[in-house]
């Protein structure tokens, strides 16, 4: 088992920055594929960046390039989600996610996930 603890959440105009933490525990954390997600009101659950195990690879859906950051830490099982020029349209509930398998070219399908965050709140007003 692996637990996943999110925080960093919080309100922000439009155009400030918010960064994201994810607490592991459990098994060990090197060894998993991880990612976040996000889902809004009324919405799907949506990828939003991932990490590969080692760090050195990482992939973002195309509305967060440029503005969006996935980094992690394997001596202190974090990783994090940096969040630059917010948009009204980032508003959601951030989920981290763990895999124990690399997803490989379903990195953004949330039921290649084995552990997910309780999630934290973002919300970018205007």
């Known amino acids: 088992q692996v637990q996943l603890v999110e925080s960093g959440g919080g309100l922000v105009q439009a155009g400030g920055s918010l960064r994201l933490s994810c607490a592991a525990s459990?098994?060990?954390?090197?060894?998993?594929?991880m990612a976040w997600f996000r889902q809004a009101p009324g919405k799907e659950r949506e990828f939003v960046a991932a990490?590969?195990?080692?760090?050195?690879?990482?992939l973002y859906t195309d509305s967060v390039k440029g503005r969006f950051t996935i980094s992690r830490d394997n001596a202190k099982d974090m990783v994090y989600l940096q969040m630059n020029s917010l948009k009204p349209e980032d508003t959601a509930v951030y989920y981290c996610?763990?895999?124990?398998?690399?997803?490989?070219?379903?990195?953004?399908?949330?039921?290649?996930?084995?552990?997910w965050g309780q999630g934290t709140q973002v919300t970018v007003s205007s």
């Open positions: 990490i590969s195990s080692s760090g050195g690879r990482t």
């Open positions: 459990g098994r060990t954390f090197i060894n998993y594929f």
């Open positions: 996610t763990a895999a124990a398998a690399n997803p490989g070219i379903y990195y953004a399908v949330p039921n290649r996930y084995d552990y």
